[in-house]
């Protein structure tokens, strides 16, 4: 009702999602307000195994989802951009995933990638979901790790899409620190990083 209290307004504006109830129905509705609407879909990782130690649901469930919105898109919207961006939390536990993310990202057919990092939240919490110790001050990386993975991705990922192909080259954006990330942006004067 929000989407299309908005759209019919002809107001732009995105959300973020785990992706996992974007049925046939719900893709088709999205896609038919795409001028309107872009949608970023959380990730976290690019294999089943550290998807689910994260978030203990079916990662394929997830991509093929992605993938029918993908395909919806692109018969109903053949010449459209796609309002897709994928989002990836980088942490101690999914950093050896940042490549194998990028090149999903790409053969789904996002438009672009979000690589951001945990918020300090000035306290540690700790979890024991899905058969991973999650605890969040050790999953947190040092900023320096942050910019390095950021050098490594800017110097060695070579994108496969064709200049001159269907799809444009997928862009990758970077958000490590409260002062650079989108986050600050939505701050009130006197306030340096908002509510979550």
């Given at each position: ?7 019919r307004?002809?107001v732009t504006f995105?959300f973020?999602t785990?992706?996992l109830?974007?049925?046939v129905?719900?893709a088709r509705?999205?896609v038919?307000?795409g001028?309107?609407?872009d ?7 690019a ?5 689910t ?15 029918r919105?993908v395909?919806?898109?692109e018969e109903?919207?053949?010449r ?6 994928m989002?990836?939390?980088?942490m ?5 995933e ?7 990202a790409?053969?789904?057919g996002?438009r672009a990638t979000?690589?951001r990092?945990?918020f300090d939240?000035?306290a540690d919490?700790?979890?024991?979901n899905f058969?991973h110790a999650?605890?969040y001050e050790?999953?947190?990386?040092p900023?320096?790790?942050y910019?390095?993975?950021?050098a490594e991705?800017?110097g060695?990922?070579r994108g496969s ?8 080259p997928l ?7 409260a002062?650079?990330?989108f986050?600050?942006?939505q701050a ?9």
């Open positions: 009702e929000v989407v299309e209290r908005l759209t307004r002809g995105g973020t785990n992706g109830l974007l049925t129905q719900r509705f999205r038919e307000r001028a309107h609407l949608m970023c879909v959380s990730f976290n990782a294999t089943p195994e550290t998807y130690h994260h978030h203990g649901r079916d990662f394929g469930m997830l991509v093929a989802n992605v993938e919105f395909s919806i898109h109903l919207r053949p459209w951009s796609l309002p897709l961006v989002s990836f939390i980088v101690g536990s999914n950093q050896h940042v490549f194998g993310f990028l090149e999903l790409e053969r789904l996002a979000l690589l990092h945990l939240v000035g919490y700790s979890a024991n058969g999650f605890v050790q999953e947190r990386l900023l320096a790790r910019q390095t993975i950021e991705v800017r060695a990922f899409r064709p200049l001159a192909g269907g799809r444009p862009e990758i954006y970077f958000a490590w620190n002062r650079d990330a986050i600050a942006e009130e004067p006197g306030v340096d990083v908002p509510c979550l």
